[in-house]
């Protein structure tokens, strides 16, 4: 049978070797449908448990910020305290460290280095200003009986210690 | 909340993160498992999933309402984990695909797969696809979107997208007739 030869009863034709690739084809088309029809509808893909809780959180801790207002450890004005009394430190320890004078005590400085400073130094300490350096009152100063001083006593002083003649010069 | 209501909300920088929060509340189990299929480590899917809604409240004011919010947002997750896998692939030198069948192979020992042999193959079929047709595949076939939809998302016709799902499936129809 020409299957390319017109029907006799209404001229239709069929295109060439249809009907013996129908069977194929209408097969194919069957197993493709029942294998789609065998496709699982899920993923099979799985979360952690409480996955999607937990991400909710995390999120929005990334993009808004939270509230609390951030303290800075050290401000301006504490970080210029901070570094002032560091210096007045640093500054103390060098120039009050006795280590640093060699002098262990006070009473390690020696009499003729005083003396060498207080000849040397033009110190303008008037009589009560010594006194108070020594601590003592002006009262006390009145209580000192003068009185008691023997005249011997005081004539010796002066032969002792007035020897320049500049004092009977300027009382001439 | 309507979605014009949450937009309004969004862009408002008073309203925002309390918005925002309900967009998290709608949208992050939808946005996974669009991501997941496409990166298909549980891992990798948590940090684009991330990223996506980092991008989204950072560029709300840029979303111009021209698409349906919805459709934005896909935008922006199927370009962050395609950008993943891409940069993935970059740096074992290697093809989207490949990548994709390396994580494939090892998904019987992931924790966070319980499929079974013909999930497993499904998703290896899958993985044999262009990247374009995956994503239409995918999008189609397990989460229903409407052509029209899909449209506004990929930014492709209608006409276009029914093409690439039926190209898709043939290929995977074959595959796995052939495996």
Do not use: C
Not at chain 1, 57 to 74: A, D, H, M, S, Y
Not at chain 2, 13 to 32: H, V
Request: no cysteine; proline share 2%.
């Amino acid at each position: 049978m020409n299957k390319n030869k017109k029907h006799i009863k209404t001229g239709f034709t069929t295109p060439d070797k249809y009907f013996n690739n129908f069977d194929k084809k209408l097969l194919n088309k069957l197993s493709i449908e029942e294998s789609e029809s065998e496709l699982p509808k899920e993923a099979g893909f799985t979360t952690p448990e409480n996955y999607f809780d937990n991400v909710e959180g995390e999120i929005l801790n990334k993009v808004i910020p939270t509230k609390t207002k951030v303290i800075k450890l050290f401000n301006k004005k504490q970080f210029l305290y901070a570094t002032s009394i560091a210096a007045i430190l640093a500054l103390s320890f060098f120039i009050l460290n006795p280590s640093n004078l060699n002098l262990s005590t006070f009473d390690d400085i020696e009499y003729a280095a005083f003396e060498e400073y207080l000849n040397t130094e033009d110190l303008n300490i008037s009589a009560l200003e010594l006194a108070d350096l020594y601590e003592i009152e002006t009262n006390e100063l009145d209580n000192i009986s003068f009185l008691n001083i023997e005249d011997e006593n005081i004539l010796e002083y002066l032969s002792e210690e007035t020897t320049s003649d500049d004092y009977y010069d300027s009382e001439l | 909340m309507t979605e014009q209501e949450l937009v309004t909300s969004l862009k408002n920088p008073s309203s925002l993160n309390n918005a925002f929060k309900e967009l998290l509340r709608q949208y992050k189990e939808r946005l996974y498992w669009h991501i997941r299929k496409i990166v298909i480590d549980h891992d990798d899917a948590d940090d684009v999933l991330q990223n996506t809604f980092i991008k989204v409240y950072k560029n709300i004011d840029k979303f111009k309402e021209d698409s349906k919010l919805y459709s934005w947002m896909y935008r922006i997750a199927t370009n962050e984990a395609i950008t993943f896998i891409n940069q993935r692939a970059k740096k074992n030198n290697s093809a989207t695909e490949e990548v994709q069948l390396t994580i494939l192979n090892n998904l019987t020992a992931d924790d966070h797969f319980d499929g079974d042999e013909a999930q497993l193959k499904l998703q290896k079929a899958i993985a044999t696809l262009p990247q374009k047709q995956q994503l239409v595949f995918n999008m189609k076939y397990f989460d229903a979107i409407k052509y029209r939809e899909m449209s506004e998302i990929l930014e492709t016709s209608e006409g276009a997208l029914k093409a690439s799902y039926h190209i898709a499936t043939k290929k995977i129809e074959q595959y796995i007739l052939n495996n």
